[in-house]
């Protein structure tokens, strides 16, 4: 991208061609992004360690292994019960793995809450991320990609590119 070359992006290529923003801004403005999405990503999935360890009873919450759990005293014992429900156990092989928490709201927010949190760990960005692939206009983007749109909202790309700080050259 830094070198203009956007051959392997065909639905940017009509935005490219049918936008009328400076080009090089444009890609500023998307290179940008693209270093802040890296951050947030090392920031989820550190290259240190994994965030998995210590969560797999958020997968498996019938297995037997609650010492290795990252829990404090009480989410523990409230884990003890649940695997402990044998009508539970049977919701948790009926239900994709994000319903069977969201069913628990009530009788166990702690854990619910805790793995939601890692379950949906991208719900804030979701919509701003998709929408970064879809730039241009439904008629554009529709006739050359067969893409959907994401969003009722027309992106104001000019506006956006005006508002940001132009990047130096190191």
Not at 56 to 85: G, T
Request: charged share 20%.
């Amino acid at each position: 991208m830094q070198k203009g070359d956007i051959d392997m992006f065909p639905c940017l290529q009509v935005v490219v061609a049918n936008a009328s923003v400076n080009i090089r801004e444009l890609f500023a403005v998307m290179s940008q992004y693209l270093k802040e999405l890296s951050i947030s990503f090392d920031k989820y999935f550190p290259k240190t360690t994994d965030p998995r360890k210590g969560n797999f009873w958020i997968v498996n919450p019938f297995a037997n292994d609650i010492n290795s759990c990252h829990l404090n005293a009480i989410e523990k014992e409230s884990l003890i019960e649940l695997s402990c429900d044998t009508t539970l156990m049977s919701k948790h092989k009926d239900l994709p793995l994000s319903q069977f928490w969201i069913s628990l709201k009530n009788e166990y927010p702690e854990l619910s809450d805790k793995a939601m949190k890692l379950l949906l760990i991208f719900c804030t960005t979701y919509l701003s991320e998709k929408s970064f692939i879809v730039i241009s206009h439904q008629d554009q983007t529709e006739k050359s990609c067969g893409s959907q749109r994401f969003t009722s909202l027309e992106p104001r790309l000019t506006r956006m590119i005006s508002h940001r700080q132009q990047q130096t050259s190191h």
